[in-house]
């Protein structure tokens, strides 16, 4: 059973970068064809899909994002990261990582993706 669990800073100065890395167990980021995806809800509002990296490295990204993040992995750590450039309060939000078997680039329910870590508090304020 793959287990994904995202770590990080709970508190951001607006402009600054935010990172978040999502740490696998139970499986390979580098075995078996999945995509690995961050994802974030912020309050009251619905999840978001923010971008996902595949075994082979290959990254896509939602186009509002685009300009301001970048994912990455670390396969000798089993990891990904998520880098979240120029924040603001609006990018306050509780992010998650989890996994799928096809590209999700719109998130109708938490079931289209089989594993999920357990989300973390990110607040941008000074």
């Known amino acids: 059973q793959v287990q994904l669990r995202e770590s990080g800073p709970g508190l951001v100065p607006p402009s600054q970068t935010l990172s978040l890395t999502c740490t696998v167990s139970?499986?390979?980021?580098?075995?078996?064809?999945?995509?690995w995806s961050w994802l974030r809800q912020p309050p009251g509002k619905g999840l978001e899909w923010m971008g996902s990296?595949?075994?082979?490295?290959?990254?896509y990204y939602s186009p509002p994002l685009r300009s301001r993040t970048s994912i990455s992995r670390d396969t000798s750590k089993n990891q990904f990261t998520l880098q979240l450039t120029s924040v603001t309060p609006e990018d306050t939000a509780v992010y998650y990582c989890?996994?799928?078997?096809?590209?999700?680039?719109?998130?109708?329910?938490?079931?289209?993706?089989?594993?999920w870590g357990q989300g973390t508090q990110v607040t941008v304020s000074s």
């Open positions: 989890a996994r799928s078997q096809i590209l999700i680039v719109k998130v109708t329910t938490r079931a289209d993706f089989g594993s």
């Open positions: 990296i595949t075994l082979g490295g290959s990254v």
């Open positions: 139970g499986g390979s980021i580098t075995t078996s064809y999945y995509y």
